[in-house]
């Protein structure tokens, strides 16, 4: 399988898409208004602290206060407290308190309304390991699944690891087969950073960033580009320079494959990414075979569902079900990635009458997750034949990212028609007249809603020039949206 890392670098905006095979799977967006500020350290202050939520407010100088849950911070030395012999939740109050400053780091970037998620939990990543100031022990990344490697790298990190000396590692997945002075570096560089951290936070200001991580693409170099990656495209001279030395310094044997794209056709629109962008915030989502998705997602949920559409199949009705579904676990998979789509999952599979074929979908669905960078998890299907699952957020959806609620319908997805609004004229027009004195009256509207009144309800607005004695004129107003009217008195 090829795949490729394209960037797109404009004075404002980063985006970088993962193609495989020619196929866009994954795509990323920065803009210097919203950078992203998961992984950044802030000397924050206590401002809020709530018992009945388990939970903290603290201002880390954003425009919303952050979420600190109280499962997300690291417990003082003395805080085991036990009742009956057994371990006891240990109260928020017992943890912070307000006015306190507190050095935190962003485990979710702000998300709708919501401000960010926060945890003391530290952690740094570096090419090959993440440390864990206040972990402990050595883990090793789950993808890593033969166990005799798993062992040497476990091995290595431990070896190197001084006794008494704080702090845990995990060795991420771009380790394997790395040798032991590599995670050794590694190692090092980690601890020197955590050292310079702890400096700055003990100066810093309340309030301000302690600690940033690395710009889109160099983050896109260290957390994606492993021997998987065949190349890396950029547009921009100065960012392929940086990606270059990274890659001179943390992975020598990728340097090569970052290649300065100098044509004359933009490198987004030369590889289709464009085209599947503006697809990829669509509600509908075509399957080859003629079936199709509908993707919504609202506040509390994403919701798939899947539908057999023109595909009429060869054999019989549930081979046809079973086709679709099969089709649609894969194509699912690749728009949760593309979208970005995470919290809860709720998929509506076309219902299929054997077992059999409800197993396959599950084992097509996990399979093809199973690429995906952020960390899922699929449930059975419940006794309604649907699947439930999650997948984890820590950023912006691509439509969250990229769009705003529509003005005409506030978000609803939904306006109202014609006929609505003209009823509504109707019931303002009696209420006008019944309320003041007036010679006659105009109504401005949309041109659609104009033209039902001068043709469907015309008969209507005779009658009720009638009923109220009162001349009515229409004027049609070219910037009002289609629920928009005034009914003005003359």
């Known amino acids: 399988m090829s795949t490729e890392l394209v960037l797109n670098l404009s004075p404002r905006e980063t985006r970088a898409?993962?193609?495989?095979?020619?196929?866009?799977?994954?795509?990323?967006?920065?803009?210097?208004?919203?950078?992203?500020?998961?992984?950044?350290?802030?000397?924050?202050?206590?401002?809020?602290?709530?018992?009945?939520?388990q939970a903290a407010f603290i201002d880390i100088g954003l425009e919303r206060t952050a979420f600190l849950h109280a499962s997300d911070i690291v417990p003082p030395a003395d805080a085991e407290h036990r009742a009956n012999g057994e371990q006891?939740?240990?109260?928020?109050?017992?943890?912070?308190?307000?006015?306190?400053?507190?050095?935190?780091?962003?485990?979710?970037?702000?998300?709708?309304?919501?401000?960010?998620?926060?945890?003391?939990?530290?952690?740094?990543?570096?090419?090959?390991?993440?440390?864990?100031?206040?972990?402990?022990?050595?883990?090793?990344?789950?993808?890593?699944?033969?166990?005799?490697?798993?062992?040497?790298?476990r091995a290595a990190v431990a070896s190197t690891m001084q006794p008494g000396q704080s702090g845990g590692y995990i060795v991420r997945t771009a380790a394997e087969g790395g040798d032991a002075e590599s995670l050794q570096e590694d190692m090092l560089f980690l601890r020197r950073l955590w050292d310079s951290i702890v400096e700055r936070s003990v100066v810093a200001r309340t309030g301000t960033l302690v600690h940033e991580d690395l710009p889109l693409p160099l983050r896109l170099m260290r957390d994606l580009v492993g021997e998987g990656v065949d190349r890396v495209l950029v547009d921009q001279e100065r960012a392929c320079a940086q990606m270059r030395e990274f890659a001179a310094k943390f992975m020598p044997a990728l340097g090569t494959r970052v290649e300065l794209y100098t044509g004359a056709r933009p490198l987004f629109d030369l590889h289709g990414v464009e085209e599947e962008i503006q697809r990829s915030l669509d509600r509908k989502v075509p399957l080859k075979s003629g079936g199709y998705l509908i993707i919504d997602q609202t506040?509390?949920?994403?919701?798939?569902d899947v539908n057999t559409g023109a595909y009429v199949g060869h054999r019989n009705l549930e081979e046809t079900i079973f086709r679709t579904n099969l089709e649609a676990a894969v194509a699912i998979a690749r728009q949760l990635r593309l979208r970005n789509l995470g919290g809860i999952i709720i998929i509506?599979?076309?219902?299929?009458?054997?077992?059999?074929?409800?197993?396959?979908?599950l084992q097509a669905l996990e399979k093809a997750l199973s690429a995906d960078h952020a960390r899922t998890h699929v449930s059975a299907v419940s006794p309604l034949g649907l699947v439930e699952m999650?997948?984890?957020?820590?950023?912006?959806?691509?439509?969250?990212?990229?769009?705003?609620?529509?003005?005409?319908?506030?978000?609803?997805?939904?306006?109202?028609?014609?006929?609505?609004?003209?009823?509504?004229i109707f019931r303002e027009i009696l209420r006008q007249v019944g309320q003041f004195e007036l010679q006659q009256l105009m109504v401005l509207a949309h041109q659609d809603v104009i033209e039902r009144l001068l043709d469907e309800e015309s008969a209507a607005l005779a009658e009720l020039e009638v009923m109220t004695g009162k001349p009515i004129r229409l004027q049609t107003e070219s910037l009002y949206l289609i629920d928009q009217y005034d009914v003005v008195l003359m």
């Open 17 to 53: 898409a993962l193609l495989e095979n020619g196929v866009l799977q994954e795509l990323f967006v920065e803009r210097a208004s919203r950078l992203g500020l998961a992984g950044n350290l802030y000397k924050g202050r206590v401002s809020r602290v709530l018992p009945g939520m």
């Open 348 to 361: 509506d599979f076309i219902d299929m009458e054997e077992e059999e074929h409800r197993r396959q979908v």
């Open 390 to 424: 999650t997948r984890k957020r820590t950023r912006e959806s691509l439509a969250h990212q990229l769009c705003m609620p529509c003005p005409a319908c506030e978000g609803r997805g939904f306006v109202k028609t014609a006929e609505t609004v003209c009823y509504e």
């Open 88 to 153: 006891r939740e240990v109260s928020i109050r017992e943890l912070v308190s307000e006015g306190r400053d507190i050095l935190v780091q962003v485990l979710k970037d702000p998300l709708g309304s919501k401000g960010a998620r926060l945890t003391t939990f530290v952690t740094i990543p570096s090419r090959y390991l993440v440390f864990m100031p206040f972990g402990e022990g050595v883990g090793v990344s789950a993808r890593i699944e033969t166990e005799a490697e798993r062992q040497r790298l």
């Open 299 to 304: 506040e509390a949920m994403t919701t798939v």
